[in-house]
Protein backbone atom coordinates (compact mmCIF):
# COMPACT_ATOMS: atom_id res chain seq x y z
CA UNK A 1 0.00 0.00 0.00
CA UNK A 2 1.58 3.43 -1.00
CA UNK A 3 2.27 5.86 1.65
CA UNK A 4 1.54 9.74 1.57
CA UNK A 5 3.28 11.05 -1.44
CA UNK A 6 4.09 14.92 -1.35
CA UNK A 7 5.55 16.24 -4.21
CA UNK A 8 8.13 18.11 -5.32
CA UNK A 9 10.62 17.55 -2.25
CA UNK A 10 12.33 20.56 -3.10
CA UNK A 11 11.83 23.88 -4.24
CA UNK A 12 13.58 27.48 -4.63
CA UNK A 13 10.90 29.76 -5.47
CA UNK A 14 11.32 34.05 -5.34
CA UNK A 15 10.07 36.42 -3.06
CA UNK A 16 6.31 37.97 -4.67
CA UNK A 17 5.94 34.05 -6.71
CA UNK A 18 3.90 31.71 -6.12
CA UNK A 19 3.81 28.24 -5.20
CA UNK A 20 1.70 24.91 -5.74
CA UNK A 21 2.31 21.60 -3.75
CA UNK A 22 0.53 18.37 -3.93
CA UNK A 23 0.03 15.42 -1.56
CA UNK A 24 -1.65 12.47 -2.41
CA UNK A 25 -3.28 10.16 0.54
CA UNK A 26 -3.29 7.14 0.94
CA UNK A 27 -5.30 5.33 -0.61
CA UNK A 28 -9.00 5.22 0.63
CA UNK A 29 -8.09 8.24 3.19
CA UNK A 30 -10.60 11.21 2.76
CA UNK A 31 -9.24 13.83 5.02
CA UNK A 32 -5.43 15.56 4.38
CA UNK A 33 -4.25 18.02 6.87
CA UNK A 34 -1.74 20.66 5.71
CA UNK A 35 1.34 21.51 8.04
CA UNK A 36 4.35 24.01 8.54
CA UNK A 37 7.26 23.34 9.94
CA UNK A 38 9.89 26.25 10.65
CA UNK A 39 12.90 25.96 13.02
CA UNK A 40 11.10 29.09 14.98
CA UNK A 41 7.50 28.04 15.33
CA UNK A 42 7.84 24.52 14.63
CA UNK A 43 4.56 22.79 13.45
CA UNK A 44 1.98 24.29 12.95
CA UNK A 45 -1.37 23.30 11.53
CA UNK A 46 -2.30 24.55 8.09
CA UNK A 47 -5.71 23.49 6.99
CA UNK A 48 -7.59 20.23 7.14
CA UNK A 49 -9.76 19.36 3.82
CA UNK A 50 -12.47 16.03 3.68
CA UNK A 51 -14.39 15.47 0.71
CA UNK A 52 -13.45 17.93 -0.75
CA UNK A 53 -14.28 21.04 1.54
CA UNK A 54 -11.83 22.79 3.95
CA UNK A 55 -13.43 21.86 7.83
CA UNK A 56 -10.70 23.42 9.97
CA UNK A 57 -7.91 26.53 9.11
CA UNK A 58 -4.97 27.33 11.39
CA UNK A 59 -3.75 31.06 11.96
CA UNK A 60 -2.43 31.80 8.27
CA UNK A 61 -2.92 34.77 5.92
CA UNK A 62 -4.88 34.69 3.38
CA UNK A 63 -1.67 34.08 0.89
CA UNK A 64 -2.15 30.80 1.65
CA UNK A 65 -4.61 28.29 0.35
CA UNK A 66 -5.77 25.02 -0.61
CA UNK A 67 -8.48 22.82 -2.23
CA UNK A 68 -9.04 18.81 -2.47
CA UNK A 69 -10.05 16.66 -5.38
CA UNK A 70 -12.57 14.39 -5.98
CA UNK A 71 -9.67 11.75 -5.61
CA UNK A 72 -9.16 13.34 -2.15
CA UNK A 73 -5.13 14.52 -3.93
CA UNK A 74 -5.05 17.87 -2.01
CA UNK A 75 -3.10 21.44 -3.29
CA UNK A 76 -1.99 23.98 -1.26
CA UNK A 77 -0.56 27.13 -3.36
CA UNK A 78 0.80 29.86 -1.62
CA UNK A 79 1.02 33.31 -3.22
CA UNK A 80 3.35 36.49 -3.09
CA UNK A 81 6.18 34.77 -1.18
CA UNK A 82 7.82 35.48 1.39
CA UNK A 83 11.30 34.72 2.80
CA UNK A 84 9.41 33.89 6.40
CA UNK A 85 7.76 31.17 4.05
CA UNK A 86 10.70 29.09 3.68
CA UNK A 87 9.84 25.85 5.56
CA UNK A 88 9.11 22.27 5.33
CA UNK A 89 5.19 21.60 4.46
CA UNK A 90 3.98 18.27 5.62
CA UNK A 91 0.45 16.63 4.75
CA UNK A 92 -0.98 13.85 6.70
CA UNK A 93 -3.59 11.27 5.55
CA UNK A 94 -6.44 10.07 7.75
CA UNK A 95 -9.16 7.57 6.71
CA UNK A 96 -12.07 8.82 8.15
CA UNK A 97 -12.03 11.05 11.19
CA UNK A 98 -15.34 11.57 12.20
CA UNK A 99 -16.89 14.16 14.04
CA UNK A 100 -14.89 13.34 17.13
CA UNK A 101 -11.60 12.16 15.50
CA UNK A 102 -11.28 9.37 18.01
CA UNK A 103 -8.72 6.42 16.93
CA UNK A 104 -7.43 8.03 13.76
CA UNK A 105 -4.50 7.36 13.00
CA UNK A 106 -2.58 10.27 11.10
CA UNK A 107 -0.17 9.27 8.40
CA UNK A 108 2.70 11.75 7.28
CA UNK A 109 4.32 12.33 4.27
CA UNK A 110 7.61 13.15 3.52
CA UNK A 111 7.16 16.78 2.85
CA UNK A 112 8.22 19.70 0.52
CA UNK A 113 11.00 21.86 1.51
CA UNK A 114 10.14 25.40 0.41
CA UNK A 115 13.20 27.78 0.15
CA UNK A 116 12.26 31.65 -0.70
CA UNK A 117 15.11 33.72 -1.66
CA UNK B 1 1.94 29.05 27.50
CA UNK B 2 1.70 26.75 24.55
CA UNK B 3 -0.64 24.02 24.35
CA UNK B 4 1.47 21.19 24.31
CA UNK B 5 4.74 21.13 26.40
CA UNK B 6 7.27 18.71 26.25
CA UNK B 7 10.44 18.36 28.33
CA UNK B 8 13.62 18.14 27.78
CA UNK B 9 14.12 20.03 24.58
CA UNK B 10 17.71 18.21 24.27
CA UNK B 11 18.42 14.65 25.43
CA UNK B 12 22.12 13.05 24.88
CA UNK B 13 22.12 9.24 25.89
CA UNK B 14 24.62 6.30 25.68
CA UNK B 15 23.60 3.54 24.01
CA UNK B 16 21.52 0.68 26.34
CA UNK B 17 20.48 3.64 28.65
CA UNK B 18 16.29 4.27 29.39
CA UNK B 19 15.16 6.96 28.18
CA UNK B 20 12.06 8.74 28.88
CA UNK B 21 10.50 11.42 27.20
CA UNK B 22 7.85 13.73 28.41
CA UNK B 23 4.38 15.75 27.43
CA UNK B 24 2.14 17.73 29.22
CA UNK B 25 -1.33 19.29 27.59
CA UNK B 26 -3.86 21.96 28.84
CA UNK B 27 -6.11 21.11 26.68
CA UNK B 28 -9.18 18.64 26.74
CA UNK B 29 -8.05 15.81 23.96
CA UNK B 30 -9.71 13.13 22.22
CA UNK B 31 -6.05 11.66 21.33
CA UNK B 32 -2.49 11.86 21.72
CA UNK B 33 0.27 10.93 18.95
CA UNK B 34 3.88 10.54 19.84
CA UNK B 35 5.54 10.39 16.19
CA UNK B 36 9.18 10.56 15.21
CA UNK B 37 11.14 12.69 12.83
CA UNK B 38 14.81 11.88 11.59
CA UNK B 39 17.00 14.32 9.36
CA UNK B 40 15.47 15.13 6.03
CA UNK B 41 11.72 15.60 7.90
CA UNK B 42 9.92 12.76 7.13
CA UNK B 43 7.53 12.21 10.10
CA UNK B 44 6.73 8.64 11.55
CA UNK B 45 3.67 8.10 13.61
CA UNK B 46 5.05 5.78 16.30
CA UNK B 47 1.51 5.58 18.56
CA UNK B 48 -1.62 7.03 18.86
CA UNK B 49 -3.22 7.04 22.86
CA UNK B 50 -6.40 8.30 24.22
CA UNK B 51 -5.73 6.14 27.46
CA UNK B 52 -3.61 3.68 29.19
CA UNK B 53 -0.14 2.28 27.37
CA UNK B 54 1.08 0.64 24.60
CA UNK B 55 4.23 -1.01 23.18
CA UNK B 56 5.71 -1.42 20.44
CA UNK B 57 9.13 -3.39 20.50
CA UNK B 58 11.48 -0.93 22.58
CA UNK B 59 9.10 1.93 22.56
CA UNK B 60 6.34 2.31 25.53
CA UNK B 61 3.77 5.43 25.42
CA UNK B 62 2.27 5.99 28.28
CA UNK B 63 -0.91 8.54 29.01
CA UNK B 64 -2.33 9.88 32.34
CA UNK B 65 -5.84 11.64 31.26
CA UNK B 66 -6.23 13.01 34.65
CA UNK B 67 -3.00 14.38 34.77
CA UNK B 68 -2.78 15.68 30.94
CA UNK B 69 0.31 14.24 30.72
CA UNK B 70 1.70 11.29 28.40
CA UNK B 71 5.67 9.86 28.27
CA UNK B 72 7.33 8.28 25.48
CA UNK B 73 9.70 5.62 27.25
CA UNK B 74 13.27 4.04 24.91
CA UNK B 75 14.28 0.84 26.49
CA UNK B 76 17.78 -0.11 25.72
CA UNK B 77 18.44 2.85 23.37
CA UNK B 78 20.27 2.75 20.05
CA UNK B 79 22.12 5.33 18.15
CA UNK B 80 19.40 4.87 15.32
CA UNK B 81 16.67 5.79 17.88
CA UNK B 82 18.51 9.62 17.38
CA UNK B 83 15.38 11.96 15.93
CA UNK B 84 13.57 14.41 17.08
CA UNK B 85 10.39 13.14 18.80
CA UNK B 86 7.31 15.16 18.76
CA UNK B 87 4.00 15.11 20.62
CA UNK B 88 0.66 15.92 19.56
CA UNK B 89 -2.70 16.47 20.62
CA UNK B 90 -5.91 15.92 18.70
CA UNK B 91 -8.28 18.82 20.55
CA UNK B 92 -12.09 16.77 21.70
CA UNK B 93 -13.78 19.78 20.71
CA UNK B 94 -16.33 18.83 17.67
CA UNK B 95 -14.97 19.97 14.63
CA UNK B 96 -11.38 19.83 14.96
CA UNK B 97 -10.87 16.29 14.67
CA UNK B 98 -8.34 16.11 12.15
CA UNK B 99 -6.26 19.34 13.84
CA UNK B 100 -3.03 18.71 15.64
CA UNK B 101 -1.19 20.53 18.31
CA UNK B 102 2.14 19.91 18.40
CA UNK B 103 4.52 20.33 21.19
CA UNK B 104 8.26 21.88 20.42
CA UNK B 105 9.55 18.30 20.22
CA UNK B 106 12.95 16.77 22.06
CA UNK B 107 16.20 15.93 20.04
CA UNK B 108 17.26 13.02 21.03
CA UNK B 109 21.27 11.94 20.38
CA UNK B 110 22.14 8.25 21.30
CA UNK B 111 26.32 8.16 21.03
CA UNK B 112 28.25 4.11 21.39
Known amino acids: KAGVTQTPRYLIKTRGQQVTLSCSPISGHRSVSWYQQTPGQGLQFLFE???????NKGNFPGRFSGRQFSNSRSEMNVSTLELGDSALYLC????????????????FGQGTRLTVV | KNEVEQSPQNLTAQEGEFITINCSYS?????LHWLQQHPGGGIVSLFMLSSGKKKHGRLIATINIQEKHSSLHITASHPRDSAVYIC??????????????FGTGTRLQVTL
Open chain 1, 92 to 107: ASIKNPGRQGAHTEAF
Open chain 2, 88 to 101: AVRSRLVGTASKLT
Open chain 1, 49 to 55: YFSETQR
Open chain 2, 27 to 31: VGISA
